[in-house]
């Protein structure tokens, strides 16, 4: 434990075994019980250093611990690791729960606004007014009994979550498709080819097996010629975690959504609150559910014309070119694919011979320094590494030859990880004593593992990576001292992704890719007239790709305002939930998918992570990143170094320590303006 809660270097994750940590996560759970009666004897004066600095030293060790529990089961999924979280989820709810409607820490709380040592302290004034509005959404002003009702549920809750978040992993990986005639892979790129051929040796199989985890069920809809193949991964990959999955109803998530969202919505009445969306919006930059509905129409609205010409197009030429007179849902991705081919006359292979994975983080570590002045070099993992898996990558962050931070990069796509990309903060930036602890982020994605010469990554895979590294620069960079602030946290959620769809920008940057690009068999650059297409290409079905973040943005915001819950079973919320995303698609989308298609059952993003009620939030920072990139289109290359340096002085340094709205009018010197989204997503006309 003392190896991972380390406050200099690269935390130990080696070391972690599930069955031993159960009594570290106890130890860790009693010492900060101890720490918060110690700040809140009366005795106890009220001021940062005698309140927020103790307990923050304890809360701090367990929240790590407790994050590399998590992160474990997202990346090393295993029976011990199930175990350990479910057999401690509810004691450390409960804590949370303690600390959060503590009568006497929230009164302490109170008196520090007008402490000494925070009065002055813009970060400090910041964390407090944060702490003070937990306590109340928290249950902090509760009567007793209702104050036990609301731990209860948030317990539950938190079981819940970790149950949806298994159940659709499990159903990912209990289907597959099993081929065996070579000529049913007519269409699919060699690299899919070949770790199909893999993957179906691991499994003692002849011939080739494709799973719905992204780098195997991607390629197959999107080139593969056999349609009874596509659709048979379509609809394996559709009903995943629901009554009708492949493995039947054992990992159904209707349920669990149901009584995720009644409690949710339980827990708001109880603070006097409408609806769960209107409490998740307290801490947020948005004011309202209708607000936020409003704004989803809107930009909706501006989308449409875009899309139905996006969809028409498709038609026409799928029947014209391809014989497919009815379009299905598993034709959309690979018709697609030939529609752009036959415009732009390239295709995303061809695309992705270009980018090596060495290659595009050495190109997004050059990106970095030319932004922010900040290197990030290699660090050689000696033996035994400190990382989970042979696969982890370590780099070490330096600022004007200083260690400021370190970075954990865990890239590929196998069966024990969860799907998807993301960022954990391992380790948070604070000053204690005369000495800084150095954060420690850890990035996350699922990219196909290398089988014959090093991943090629597609462009979309290429703007991931630069999404996620943007969240571990928004870690990583901070200069903020108290850890209640800094990095991304109390950074409001739906400003969160500002720094992530920032960084996207740069990789449609010719200079950018020129220097991060080398055809894995001549090790040429990427061509200048291929970059071209690509750049022509850039927009292609950008206004269904809007609705379809719409969509899944206004279904979220409206499930968690409009559904009740009161007195109804699980399974009949369920059932609304179902209804609503129905009215949702009747609204917005134009390509409607099939009926047997469960998205929301395999909806994580909101049933088992931070985006419920927020999932509007990459709506909505894509206006603030949008803008803020402008600014370096304003300044053209050669002020790039200008304007990077005044991003990261107003926005990546200064974390939670400001409102998101006062940093970007810091760096911008204006209100945002949605015009530049409009302009890079060629919606401007449209609008």
């Known amino acids: 434990m003392n190896e991972l809660l380390a406050r200099e270097g690269l935390p130990r994750y080696d070391l972690l075994k599930a069955e031993a940590l159960g009594p570290e996560i106890d130890r860790l759970i009693e010492q900060t019980k101890d720490a918060l009666e110690q700040v809140v004897r009366p005795e106890a004066p009220a001021n940062w250093a005698a309140v927020m600095e103790p307990l923050g030293n304890a809360t701090e060790r367990l929240s790590r611990a407790w994050s590399a529990v998590h992160h474990m089961g997202g990346v090393m999924d295993s029976p011990e690791w199930r175990e350990l979280t479910n057999s401690r989820l509810e004691s450390v709810t409960a804590l949370w729960s303690l600390i959060s409607q503590d009568e006497r820490l929230y009164a302490k709380v109170k008196q520090l606004e007008s402490a000494a040592d925070v009065r002055g302290n813009p970060a400090r004034e910041q964390a407090i007014a944060h702490s003070l509005r937990d306590f109340r959404l928290g249950g902090a002003e509760l009567p007793a009994d209702q104050q036990k009702q609301f731990a209860e549920w948030s317990a539950a809750l938190a079981q819940l979550s970790q149950r949806f978040s298994e159940n659709l992993l499990d159903s990912t990986n209990a289907s597959i498709v099993h081929i065996t005639v070579e000529s049913e892979l007519d269409g699919l790129p060699q690299h899919a080819i070949a770790a199909a051929k893999a993957q179906a040796e691991s499994r003692s199989l002849p011939g080739w097996v494709f799973t719905l985890q992204q780098p195997s069920l991607l390629p197959v809809l999107q080139f593969a010629k056999n349609r009874p193949l596509r659709e048979a991964i379509y609809r394996k990959n559709a009903s995943r975690a629901s009554e009708i999955a492949e493995e039947g109803p054992s990992h159904d998530n209707t349920a669990v959504m149901g009584e995720i969202l009644q409690l949710r919505q339980q827990q708001a009445r109880l603070l006097g609150f409408s609806s769960a969306a209107e409490r998740s919006l307290a801490s947020k930059m948005a004011d309202t559910p209708q607000a936020v509905a409003a704004f989803l129409r809107d930009l909706a609205a501006k989308a449409r014309t875009s899309a139905e010409r996006d969809l028409a197009d498709l038609q026409i030429f799928a029947k014209t070119e391809l014989g497919i007179d009815s379009l299905e849902a598993w034709d959309i991705a690979f018709a697609s694919e030939q529609l752009r081919q036959r415009r732009y006359h390239f295709s995303e292979d061809e695309v992705r011979e270009y980018f ?62 969860r799907g998807g990309a993301w960022m954990d903060d391992s380790r948070g930036r604070r000053r204690i004593g005369g000495s800084i602890q150095t954060p420690v ?112 943005a206004l279904f979220d915001i409206r499930i968690h305002h409009e559904i009740n819950g009161v007195g109804q079973t699980a399974e009949s919320i369920g059932k609304q939930i179902a209804a609503i995303l129905e009215e949702v698609r009747s609204e917005i989308a134009v390509i409607r998918p099939p009926s047997f298609n469960r998205f929301a059952q395999s909806f994580g993003h909101i049933f088992a992570g931070g985006y419920a009620a927020g999932y509007y939030s990459y709506k909505w920072a894509e206006v603030l990143s949008a803008d803020a990139y402008a600014a370096f289109e304003e300044a053209g290359a050669s002020g790039y170094s200008q304007v990077g340096s005044r991003f990261l002085d107003e926005i990546l340094s200064r974390g939670g320590s400001r409102t998101a709205i006062e940093n970007f009018i810091a760096f911008r010197g204006r209100a945002p303006s949605i015009e530049p989204l409009l302009r890079h997503s060629g919606l401007l006309e449209a609008a």
Request: proline share 7%; charged share 20%; aromatic share 10%.
């Open 356 to 417: 090596p994975l060495p290659n595009v983080l050495k190109g997004l570590f050059g990106v970095v320094k030319r932004l922010f002045g900040v290197d990030i070099r290699p660090m050689p993992l000696q033996s035994p590494s400190p990382a989970w898996h042979a696969d982890v990558q370590a780099f070490a962050v330096v600022s004007q030859e200083k260690t400021i931070g370190h970075l954990y990069l865990d890239l590929y796509a196998r069966s024990t990880k």
């Open 441 to 552: 982020a850890l990035l996350t994605c699922n990219f196909a593992p290398p089988v014959d010469g090093p991943t090629t990554l597609t462009h979309d895979d290429v703007i991931t990576l630069f999404h996620e590294f943007g969240h571990g620069l928004h870690h990583l960079l901070t200069r903020v001292d108290e850890l209640e602030v800094s990095g991304i946290n109390g950074v409001e959620w739906d400003a969160v992704e500002l720094p992530s769809q920032f960084m996207e920008n740069f990789c449609w940057e010719w200079e950018t890719l020129t220097g991060m690009t080398s055809h894995i068999k001549t090790g040429q650059p990427l061509p200048r007239p291929l970059f071209d297409k690509m750049t022509a290409a850039k927009n292609f079905q950008s206004g269904l790709f809007t609705l379809r973040q719409i969509e899944f």
